[in-house]
């Protein structure tokens, strides 16, 4: 054998121990989790224009921007001004022919690049009122309100303009989400997730709490926001009846329920994603579709633990954390949609003092290996 064959041997042994160690969940709910670490995506501005832009128009094209009324908002959404007249890439031409170069100065909002999706959200001429309701609307301020008070998600209900299938919608969903917290239970927090930087607040910090939002679909004060939900899927712009979207953490729905999918079946299980474990893994993984908001949410999570107690320290969590947790068939159950995870959980200490373990034979298994090949 010779002497690099031990070491290779090694390294795929290792390989193929790490790879099956689970990814445990960890045990703040989705909500929290999504709600400190997943920032909104920025949305896409574009100006399109030929020649010089007038005052007014340079004053409008500055407040999508970060010093201008964007910035003060903290309006996830970044701004590019193309001029026609110089000779722009192929696709700013293309995309300024698609939404119609008829009237300039444009502006045409799109979706984040990260959202996958290419439809534009939004086109029109560039003024300071239209850029101020792209930006901010009293819909998306009453849901940022409620966000920062700390709801776990609110339900926007886009209305069909049927009064009487709008009104059985709202019954149905505004009786689901109050039954829910009876019987629906947050995980308990684990002391060595609050250590690893996991989430700011203790299990007091927590709310098991929905709220309905009802939005009309022709109210003219919403309509880019009402295109940023109906651009969430290739065909709610067809849909005729109304619907639902789960809204939580810094401003993303998570999926639309329309028409009779709004029912207990599905309305459950988005909730019981929504409060239960999270996997902890990067946004895109995920489901949902990230909404423009106007807020600052780091003053947000901020402003919510000022009133919290303080949390304990590295030393009082090391001493009290248990060796392992054992999850009741109850709560595992509720948090299966989450996590994918049951059983038993151990601490990312034991974990690591596993590895660390196998890591040390390892190499002592080397060191022997090469003096036998000679």
Same mark, same amino acid.
């Given at each position: 054998? =010779?002497?690099?064959?031990?070491?290779?041997?090694?390294?795929?042994?290792?390989?193929?121990?790490?790879?099956?160690?689970?990814?445990?969940?960890?045990?703040?709910?989705?909500?929290?989790?999504?709600?400190?670490?997943?920032? #909104?995506?920025?949305?896409?501005?574009?100006?399109?224009?030929?020649?010089?832009?007038?005052?007014?128009?340079?004053?409008?094209?500055?407040?999508?921007?970060?010093?201008?009324? #964007?910035?003060?908002?903290? #309006?996830?959404?970044?701004?590019?001004?193309?001029?026609?007249?110089?000779?722009?890439?192929?696709?700013?031409?293309?995309?300024?022919?698609?939404?119609?170069?008829?009237?300039?100065?444009?502006?045409?909002?799109?979706?984040?690049?990260?959202?996958?999706?290419?439809?534009?959200?939004?086109?029109?001429?560039?003024?300071?009122?239209?850029?101020?309701?792209?930006?901010?609307?009293?819909?998306?301020?009453?849901?940022?309100?409620?966000?920062?008070?700390?709801?776990?998600?609110?339900?926007?209900?886009?209305?069909?303009?049927?009064?009487?299938?709008?009104?059985?919608?709202?019954?149905?969903?505004?009786?689901?989400? *109050?039954?829910?917290?009876?019987?629906?239970?947050?995980?308990?927090?684990?002391?060595?997730?609050?250590?690893?930087?996991?989430?700011? $607040?203790?299990?007091?910090?927590?709310?098991?709490?929905?709220?309905?939002?009802?939005?009309?679909?022709?109210?003219?004060?919403?309509?880019?926001?009402?295109?940023?939900?109906?651009?969430?899927?290739?065909?709610? *712009?067809? $849909? *005729?009846?109304?619907?639902?979207?789960? $809204?939580?953490?810094?401003?993303? !729905?998570?999926?639309?329920?329309?028409?009779?999918?709004?029912?207990?079946?599905?309305?459950?299980? !988005?909730?019981?994603?929504?409060?239960?474990?999270?996997?902890?893994?990067?946004?895109?993984?995920?489901?949902?579709?990230?909404?423009?908001?106007?807020?600052?949410?780091?003053?947000?999570?901020?402003?919510?633990?000022?009133?919290?107690?303080?949390?304990?320290?590295?030393?009082?969590?090391?001493? =009290?954390?248990?060796?392992?947790?054992? %999850?009741?068939?109850?709560?595992?159950? =509720?948090?299966?949609? !989450?996590?994918?995870?049951?059983?038993?959980?151990?601490?990312?200490?034991? %974990?690591?003092?596993?590895?660390?373990?196998?890591?040390?034979?390892?190499?002592?298994? !080397?060191? %022997?290996?090469?003096?036998?090949?000679?």
């Amino acid at each position: 054998m =010779s002497r690099k064959s031990p070491h290779l041997f090694l390294l795929l042994t290792l390989g193929a121990i790490l790879c099956a160690i689970p990814a445990w969940a960890c045990s703040v709910p989705v909500f929290r989790y999504a709600l400190e670490h997943w920032a #909104a995506a920025p949305f896409q501005a574009f100006v399109f224009h030929r020649g010089p832009l007038s005052e007014a128009q340079q004053a409008a094209a500055r407040d999508l921007g970060p010093d201008g009324l #964007a910035g003060e908002l903290h #309006a996830n959404i970044s701004l590019r001004t193309v001029d026609l007249d110089q000779d722009p890439p192929p696709e700013m031409l293309e995309l300024s022919h698609e939404a119609g170069e008829t009237s300039l100065p444009l502006l045409v909002a799109r979706f984040p690049a990260t959202n996958r999706l290419t439809s534009t959200v939004w086109s029109g001429p560039l003024t300071a009122e239209n850029v101020a309701q792209l930006l901010d609307s009293p819909a998306r301020q009453e849901i940022v309100e409620r966000l920062a008070e700390g709801e776990s998600t609110v339900w926007v209900l886009l209305e069909s303009g049927d009064a009487a299938r709008d009104s059985a919608a709202a019954e149905l969903l505004d009786a689901r989400l *109050k039954y829910l917290p009876s019987v629906l239970q947050l995980p308990k927090l684990d002391a060595q997730d609050i250590a690893n930087g996991l989430v700011s $607040v203790g299990q007091e910090g927590l709310r098991l709490d929905f709220s309905l939002f009802r939005l009309s679909r022709d109210d003219p004060h919403e309509q880019p926001f009402i295109r940023m939900l109906l651009g969430a899927e290739a065909d709610l *712009k067809d $849909v *005729k009846a109304p619907i639902v979207f789960p $809204v939580f953490c810094q401003g993303r !729905a998570l999926y639309a329920l329309a028409g009779d999918g709004i029912k207990h079946e599905t309305i459950d299980k !988005a909730a019981e994603f929504l409060i239960g474990k999270c996997s902890c893994e990067v946004k895109e993984r995920n489901p949902g579709m990230d909404l423009l908001l106007g807020a600052d949410w780091k003053a947000i999570v901020e402003s919510q633990i000022a009133g919290i107690p303080d949390l304990p320290t590295m030393a009082e969590l090391t001493k =009290s954390a248990p060796v392992s947790v054992t %999850i009741s068939a109850k709560s595992d159950a =509720s948090s299966s949609t !989450a996590s994918n995870h049951s059983g038993t959980r151990r601490p990312l200490l034991g %974990i690591w003092l596993i590895v660390g373990a196998l890591i040390v034979t390892g190499l002592f298994v !080397a060191s %022997i290996f090469p003096r036998r090949g000679k």
